[in-house]
């Protein structure tokens, strides 16, 4: 999509799985599974919709999907599935490694933060390596100060020799001109959502604060959510906005409804659009 100087597109880093039951916390099975058939093991297939954002000499991504340092139990665990790479998908958009002049990082868990780094010649290398990263000063914390519960979320190779092209945030901030990082909390204290504001249309990437379109109503909260009730309370208050603005929604890890606009506030219906 092309408007007003800004180019938007999609790239895919592929899909993998997770439980279904944990992906929709106290949502009952005969409820989430009318928009995700489970398996035999009661896994569904999510996607990784990475959010491209071109403008003049700037190009961001937001969220950088599974990656390449999986070890063959990882790759059991989350049954990763991709025809090409989330690099390999660039390329064929046009977009190359060294022009990324930013990335958004919605939060430090592993399939979002992939490929922020990877192997060159054993070594482990900021992918992108003209890019900076902006993440919250929190998830930055939690992702070197885990406990128990958090550890197993991280694949802490994402983040090895990336100091240097860091740049924390704290709270809300503006980094180019329309472009909106907004802490959100919720999935995790230092979580935050990507909001785009071009003349008088609005484009938000929710990360995991909605992760998919069957998300939606503000009540179906993930399991995996450490502050469920900030997620409830963010969703009501973001989604009122999107309605009465009529905003793109992206949703990161919705395999076949990647971006919709909220049609009814009442019913939480969605209607599809293509970016």
Sequence with gaps: MKIDG??????????????GGAMFGIVPKPVWEKYFRADERN?????????VIKSGKNTALVDLGMGDKFDKKLEGIYEI????????????????????????????????????????HDKIVPTFPNAKYYMQEDTLKEIREPNQKTKPNYNYLNFENLDDHIELLNGDEEVFPGVELIKSGGHTKGHQVVTLRVGNKTFIYFGDLIPTSAHIKPAYVMAYDLYPMDT???????????????????????????????????????KKVTV
């Design 43 to 51: 896994k569904i297939t999510l996607g990784t919709n990475v959010l």
């Design 232 to 270: 409830f309370s963010k969703k009501k208050e973001i989604l009122e906005k999107a309605f009465e603005g009529e905003w793109t929604l992206f949703f990161e890890h919705d395999p076949a409804t990647p971006s919709a606009q909220l049609v009814d506030i009442e019913s939480y219906t969605l």
């Design 81 to 120: 599935d991709r025809t090409k790479t989330l690099l390999q998908d660039l390329s064929e958009k046009d977009i190359e490694r060294e022009a990324v002049t930013h990335i958004f990082i919605t939060h430090g868990h592993l399939d979002h933060t992939g490929w922020a780094t990877t192997y060159s």
């Design 6 to 19: 800004f180019d938007l597109l999609l790239a895919s880093d592929g899909t993998f799985k997770l439980d």
